[in-house]
T-cell receptor, first 109, second 116 residues
């Protein structure tokens, strides 16, 4: 069975500090990993996906198959990064995703 | 104006009543999904449909039912058999799976259901 673990419910950092949101997954096959973000009063939306290997809003995430992790990182946090972040796993040929429980990022001055 | 819409935004139900949540999309997406979002539990998949007239149970399908008679519409019925229906419900859609690649899911604004 597929599973996504986000160990932190809340991560509070100061503006300008580095950010790392942790995500670990369990899946025996070849996974696809995603990060979705939900800003206050906005819809849940895709932030980035591992196959794109791109940086969005300064965020990056590298798939580490050895550690089964897909941590989200940003070198310098901004106030506008405050949001709820969900890691998601796509597995097999079905289109469904398995989401983690989410981490709320709070960036303070 | 393209997108995915859900109605109503807020819904109140008495115990023992069935209620249907609406989800419509004009993105020409093949696949549609229903999630339940509870504090501390993230998003849990209720049902999904990869094509018209076909749907599959997700992780927490008990007490829910769906239909997919049209590509644009994927209504969710919360039945009286659902033990704890008070929650925030999210609908999403995506292009169908392309080989082993999963496509981006686009989410609606959600419906908050409260059982009185």
């Amino acid at each position: 069975a597929q599973r996504v673990t986000q160990p932190e419910k809340l991560l509070s950092v100061f503006k300008g500090a580095p950010v790392e949101l942790k995500c670990n997954y369990s899946y025996s096959g070849s996974p696809e990993l995603f990060w979705y973000v939900q800003y206050s009063r906005q819809r849940l939306q895709l932030l980035l996906r591992h196959i794109s290997r791109e940086s969005i809003k300064g965020f990056t995430a590298d798939l580490n198959k050895g550690e089964t992790s897909f941590h989200l990182k940003k070198p310098f946090a901004q106030e506008e990064d405050s949001a709820m972040y969900y890691c998601a796993l796509g597995a097999g040929t079905a289109s469904k995703l398995t989401f983690g429980t989410g981490t709320r990022l709070q960036v303070t001055l | 104006d393209g997108g995915i819409t859900q109605s109503p935004k807020y819904l109140f139900r008495k115990e023992g009543q069935n209620v249907t949540l609406s989800c419509e999309q004009n993105l020409n997406h093949d696949a549609m999904y229903w999630y339940r979002q509870d504090p501390g539990q993230g998003l849990r998949l209720i049902y999904y449909s990869q094509i018209v007239n076909d749907f599959q149970k997700g992780d927490i399908a008990e007490g829910y039912s769906v239909s997919r008679e049209k590509k644009e519409s994927f209504p969710l019925t919360v039945t009286s058999a659902q033990k704890n229906p008070t929650a925030f419900y999210l609908c999403a859609s995506s292009m169908g799976p392309q080989g082993r690649q999963h496509n981006e899911q686009f989410f609606g604004p959600g419906t908050r259901l409260t059982v009185l």
